[in-house]
C-alpha cells in the first residue's frame, strides 16, 4: 500500500506532468519547409510529420545535416506526442524529496531503468535527471509558453556528464519558438548552443511555411 507522502508526490508530478501541452488525438500531422544555419553553412530543404508520427527529411543532400533534423523532429515529437500518465509511468512509484531555494519540490522515482529523478514547481516539471549507458544528463527548465491547453518547455540547458566521474562532457542550451497553426501548436524556430571541448557552436533551426496535412 503506498504511503501518503508517495501519494502526494505522485499526485504533484502526474499533474506536471498532465500540464504538458500535447498534440490531441485528431492531431492531422504537418509539412513546412526548413532552413539549418551552422556557422557560415546554410542547408534548405522540406519537411514532413504524418498523423501517425512519420517524420520525413527531404532537399538536402547532406547526409548528416538531413539526419541530425531528422533526430530533432524526432526529439520534439516526444515531447508533443501524448500520452498516458499510466503508460508512461504506471510502473514507477514516487517519493518527495528536497526543495530548493526556487520553490522546486523533488521528486524521486524507483522503478525507472535509467533512474530518473524530477523537479516540479508551479505545476510544471522543471528538471530532469537521467542515465543512459555511459551518459548522464540533467535538464533544466527556465521558461515556458503557456498554450492555455498546457506549457510548452522554450528556454532548458541540458548538461551531459560521465556517470563514472561526473565530468561535464557537453553542455546545450535551447531556445524554442512555437506558433499556433490552426488548432496546434507547432515549432517556428530552434536555437542550440552547444559548449563542448571549449568551443562554442550555436546552430539555428527555421520552419517556414507550416501548414497541417488534411485531415484523413
Not at 18 to 23: G, L, S
Not at 70 to 83: A, E, P, S
Request: glycine share 6%.
Amino acid at each position: 500500500m503506498p504511503t501518503t507522502s508517495a501519494l502526494d508526490a505522485q499526485a504533484l508530478f502526474r499533474a506536471a506532468y498532465e500540464n504538458r501541452y500535447t498534440w490531441d488525438e485528431h492531431f492531422p500531422g504537418f509539412t513546412a519547409t526548413v532552413k539549418l544555419i551552422d556557422g557560415e553553412q546554410c542547408y534548405e530543404g522540406q519537411v514532413k510529420v504524418t498523423a501517425d508520427y512519420t517524420v520525413e527529411v527531404t532537399g538536402i543532400d547532406d547526409e548528416q545535416v538531413r539526419e541530425s533534423l531528422y533526430n530533432q523532429l524526432r526529439d520534439v515529437i516526444v515531447h508533443r506526442k501524448r500520452n498516458s500518465f499510466e503508460a508512461a509511468h504506471g510502473k514507477n512509484t514516487f517519493s518527495i524529496g528536497a526543495t530548493d531555494a526556487s520553490g522546486a519540490v523533488e521528486i524521486l522515482v524507483s522503478g525507472d531503468a535509467m533512474g530518473s529523478n524530477y523537479k516540479v514547481r508551479d505545476n510544471q516539471i522543471v528538471y530532469v535527471s537521467r542515465v543512459m549507458g555511459r551518459v548522464a544528463f540533467a535538464i533544466t527548465h527556465r521558461q515556458a509558453l503557456d498554450t492555455g491547453a498546457g506549457y510548452i518547455s522554450t528556454n532548458y540547458v541540458a548538461v551531459f556528464r560521465n556517470p563514472e566521474t561526473n565530468e561535464v562532457v557537453r553542455q546545450m542550451e535551447f531556445e524554442d519558438t512555437y506558433v499556433p497553426v490552426g488548432n496546434y501548436y507547432l515549432m517556428r524556430q530552434q536555437v542550440v548552443t552547444t559548449h563542448e571541448g571549449g568551443t562554442t557552436s550555436t546552430v539555428k533551426i527555421c520552419f517556414d511555411d507550416l501548414q497541417l496535412l488534411p485531415a484523413a
